[in-house]
């Protein structure tokens, strides 16, 4: 007979930027709960992730890209408010190398905490890309810096080895109760994450001229006709200079902005939005 108490995992999810991390996490939550970009340091701070099915709930924990210019910050926020309470550790390397290096910072840290994770977890995504000879070479040399229980070989974006992943973690769930309701899929807030589905487009369009770590503020939401909304932010900005990056020529940046990002919140609210986007130079 099946139990039918509560199983929950908990899972902090590490690796350089652009490995993976978010996508890894979006996939397997089966909704957009982080965003994702090919730019450093999207994800800013923690962003918690829930997956709940049948009595089963699996959370994991996005993390900042670990190669911040303020390391001793971002790596010990990311220590002390996650590995508490977590029970694995899932490490991302990809094809590059620059992905598989490990600070001694971290190799630390990873190494003073060892006792508190259950298991680690190797994951090398973009499997497509390398070939079999490479593949063993980049497990080798990853063990060789830290000692992983399980490898995953997969590809986010043919989809290979995930299902193997997937219910692997299953099998590892815990009989306790859940940390959270059934229907929460993210410590993040709707108003909140429209705002980061706003960011996302901007460092997409913008990548190389805008910085990470602008702001993107929610001035109000008001009802539209029919079931629409029309939402209205503000992009904080910390530098003159980068308004008329944004705005283009004849104001086709900002539409083209706005356009993609109306897109990505309909897909997100499952409604007709329309979307007003505000520029602030924000010097505080």
């Not at 089963?56 to 971002?74: E, M, R, Y």
């Not at 974006?157 to 997937?166: D, Q, R, S, V």
């Not at 008329?244 to 409604?271: A, D």
Request: charged share 30%; hydrophobic share 35%.
């Amino acid at each position: 007979m099946k139990s039918s108490k509560q199983k929950s995992l908990k899972i902090l999810v590490l690796g350089k930027p652009n490995v993976g991390k978010s996508t890894l996490i979006n996939h397997f939550i089966g909704e957009k709960v982080s965003i994702v970009s090919r730019k450093a340091q999207t994800t800013r701070k923690n962003i918690t992730a829930i997956t709940t099915e049948g009595i089963n709930q699996i959370t994991f924990i996005d993390t900042p890209g670990l190669n911040s210019k303020k390391k001793n910050v971002s790596i010990k926020e990311t220590f002390r408010s996650s590995v508490i309470s977590t029970d694995l550790l899932v490490y991302i390397v990809d094809d590059r190398k620059i992905s598989r290096f490990f600070d001694n910072q971290l190799k630390n840290e990873l190494l003073g905490f060892h006792l508190r994770f259950t298991k680690k977890i190797l994951v090398i995504n973009k499997i497509d890309k390398i070939n079999k000879d490479e593949l063993l070479k980049i497990t080798v040399e990853t063990y060789k810096k830290m000692e992983f229980d399980e490898t995953f070989f997969i590809s986010l974006k043919k989809g290979y080895g995930t299902k193997e992943m997937g219910n692997w973690l299953k099998s590892q769930l815990i009989e306790r109760n859940w940390e959270f309701k059934r229907n929460e899929k993210s410590n993040l807030g709707k108003e909140q994450f429209l705002c980061e589905l706003t960011r996302e487009q901007i460092l997409h369009n913008f990548h190389e001229e805008i910085p990470y770590n602008l702001e993107v503020v929610i001035d109000y939401i008001r009802a539209g006709r029919g079931n629409s909304l029309k939402i209205y932010q503000t992009i904080l900005l910390n530098k003159s200079s980068y308004k008329p990056i944004i705005l283009g020529k004849k104001g086709n940046g900002i539409k083209k902005l706005s356009q993609k990002t109306r897109l990505e919140m309909e897909k997100f609210l499952n409604r007709k939005v329309h979307l007003f986007l505000n520029l602030k130079i924000d010097r505080d």
